[in-house]
């Protein structure tokens, strides 16, 4: 029996509780000297019992309302609370993309890159290098959109199995052959 009326009594408090409109304070005043709650109330057209229960430190007795401290911030106006959105604007950039037809599919992921050319490099000095590239490597490729490990080894000279050595972080078995050659990173072509 107990059990029965704590949990009725737990359901219609969440249910209160839940139905309350979510509000915050909207309008803020800042106490002046010989100011008490109830001409803080009468100012702003709140009862002393909202004064109180908006602001902590006022206690809850409507008669004995605590005093009102000087220069203290205290909340006259509550409201609902405002969901805000942001607009945000992107600009859009156009590159032109060659394409040719391959018979191996393969599964690729599309990424969006700031790089637009290749470039060959034999100093690690400011490239974003792929995870476990070869520590002997002597020379780097950027790798730009569009390419694949066939077209990053063709364009530097080497094999693909060439690449895949010096760079083991490169899937290179099973279905994900390749899947994970990141535009932008340099990896190495030359040890």
């Known amino acids: 029996m107990k059990f029965s009326l704590l949990a009725v009594s737990?359901?219609?408090?969440?249910?209160m509780v839940a139905a309350a409109p979510s509000t915050v304070c909207t309008g803020k005043h800042v106490a002046t000297k010989g100011e008490t709650c109830a001409s803080m109330a009468k100012?702003?057209?709140i009862s002393v019992k909202?004064?109180?229960?908006?602001?902590?430190?006022l206690g809850s007795n409507v008669k004995k309302c605590s005093k009102i401290t000087t220069g203290k911030s205290y909340c006259v106006k509550r409201g609902p609370k405002k969901v805000t959105t942001k607009?945000?604007?992107?600009?859009?950039?156009?590159?032109?993309?060659?394409t040719t037809k391959k018979t191996t599919t393969k599964k690729t992921t599309t990424k969006k890159s700031t790089t637009t050319k290749a470039s060959p490099a034999t100093s690690t000095n400011g490239l974003h290098l792929a995870p476990h590239t070869d520590p002997n490597c002597k020379k780097y490729y950027v790798v730009v959109d569009g390419d694949g490990c066939d077209t990053a080894a063709k364009k530097n000279g080497i094999t693909e199995a060439q690449l895949y050595k010096w760079n083991t972080g490169l899937h290179h078995a099973g279905d994900h052959l390749c899947d994970n050659l990141d535009t932008g990173r340099a990896y190495c072509v030359k040890v």
């Not at 737990?10 to 249910?15: I, P």
């Open 10 to 15: 737990a359901f219609f408090l969440a249910t």
């Open 43 to 45: 100012h702003y057209k």
């Open 50 to 57: 909202n004064l109180q229960q908006w602001n902590s430190g």
């Open 87 to 98: 607009k945000t604007t992107t600009k859009k950039s156009t590159t032109k993309k060659t």
